[in-house]
């Protein structure tokens, strides 16, 4: 590691010049040695080659699931083959394309060459490493069985992104759907209707309640436009900040394990990700009450993590897992059955593979029932919006009709 120094000499002339060492105090101590007094010693930053919107960009990406797997399963075959942490290191900061990435890399390969641990290395970085991955990092660092745990942190992200993936997949229809009905209804109410409504002025005709109620749409979008732009943009940032607060994400959660149709599906994968996640922290040997304290931060559901608070009080006064489980709100008949009858038998971490096995394929079936479900709906909506336009449009010209026989 290279340092920047500014000195003073025995003879009281400033120097200045450059120092390889394996730390800063190292650094101060041969400068001391050379007979040198240093006034400053600082890391010699070295010119990346980025520019500088590469070097914004890199500030304000992310880091994208299928890069982190990536970035892991590499790490791990080079571990296994016995390359030393820091040539790994090395050798990944020249693969990886994303910058973020590349340089979190090399600040990761400085660390260890200052001689911190891997986890230290690691948890330096909360916003691309997680709580569960770092506690994982440790448990297999600290047991010597680094590979074996890199091998269950790689089943589990690919596990994540591949539940993730599927709701998502299951969602963009309906979106779409959903996005595609707005502006039909929009563009029919500011574009089509008014057209219509000159020629039923100009013929005199008493209008129908779905035409009124059209043309009172379309004065209001027109007239106090500003003020539904308005009241998108407080209800948008406001919920924003109220679902930032430990409260507002404590009522979204709920409110999203309680829905009809979606309701399932998200109390399904997160049993399945509870399972897998505790499954893995049992078998890396990591204890309950610190699982419970991963698994309160990384289940990505407030309403849940709140159970995890009561678990762990009732783990301190001596009780086993599966008693306190049976009073939490969210938690399935089955995969409390399954907990206690792992704790009978010794094999804790077993059954809760077993219950994520089984729980992936729920999700599977709960995300095709949740997409059977939704096209109906969607279906009904579509009707009623070309339904009421129809009404609007053909009623007035039905009665036109009629003026123009007589």
């Known amino acids: 590691m290279e340092f920047v120094y500014r000195a003073i000499n025995e003879k009281g002339e400033v120097v200045k010049g450059i120092i390889t060492a394996e730390s800063l105090d190292k650094a101060e101590e041969i400068l001391f040695e050379r007979g040198l007094f240093p006034e400053e010693v600082k890391k010699q930053i070295h010119d990346t080659g980025y520019s500088y919107l590469d070097q914004l960009r890199a500030k304000f990406s992310s880091v994208k699931s299928p890069e982190l797997i990536m970035f892991t399963k590499q790490f791990r075959t080079m571990f296994r083959a016995g390359i030393s942490v820091v040539e790994i ?61 890199m091998d269950r942190i790689c089943y589990l992200l690919e596990h994540e992104y591949k539940i ?27 574009f089509v209707i008014p057209k219509f409504v000159r020629i039923f002025k100009s ?75 505790f ?15 991963i698994l309160s931060s990384t289940i990505g559901n407030a ?52 219950i994520s096995k089984h729980y992936d394929e729920e999700v599977e079936y709960a995300v095709a029932k949740m997409s059977a479900n939704l096209g109906p709906i969607l279906i009904v909506g579509l009707a009623a919006v070309v339904g009421f336009f129809a009404l609007a449009v053909f009623l007035p010209m039905w009665d036109l009709t009629k003026l123009a026989r007589m």
Not at 105 to 119: A, F, R, S, V
Not at 164 to 190: E, R
């Open 89 to 149: 290191l090395s050798i990944l900061e020249k693969q990886v394309e994303n910058l973020k990435l590349k340089n979190v890399i090399k600040k990761m390969q400085e660390d260890i060459k200052e001689g911190k641990t891997l986890y230290q290395a690691f948890s330096s970085h909360p916003d691309i490493f997680s709580n569960l991955y770092c506690a994982m990092i440790r448990a297999g660092e600290t047991s010597g069985a680094l590979v074996e745990v």
């Open 164 to 190: 993730k993936q599927d709701i998502k997949s299951a969602l963009q229809y309906p979106i779409i759907v959903s996005v595609a009905l707005t502006g039909a209804f929009f563009f029919l109410l500011t």
């Open 303 to 354: 309403a849940i993590s709140k159970e995890f608070s009561n678990l762990k009080e009732k783990l301190r006064e001596g009780m086993g897992i599966s008693g306190p489980l049976r009073s939490a709100k969210f938690f399935t008949p089955m995969v409390i059955s399954m907990v206690a009858v792992g704790e009978e038998t010794g094999n804790l971490d077993e059954m809760l593979s077993e």
């Open 279 to 293: 499954a893995i922290l049992q078998a890396s040997g990591i204890s309950v009450l610190n699982a419970l304290d």
């Open 203 to 277: 013929a005199k005709i008493s209008l129908p309640l779905p035409t009124k109620i059209a043309i009172a749409l379309y004065h209001f979008l027109i007239g106090y436009w500003y003020l539904c732009v308005l009241g998108v943009l407080i209800l948008v940032f406001g919920l924003g900040f109220y679902f930032r607060t430990e409260n507002g994400k404590l009522v979204r959660d709920t409110f999203l394990l309680k829905m009809p149709i979606l309701g399932p599906v998200f109390q399904k994968a997160a049993m399945s990700r509870f399972s897998s996640i």
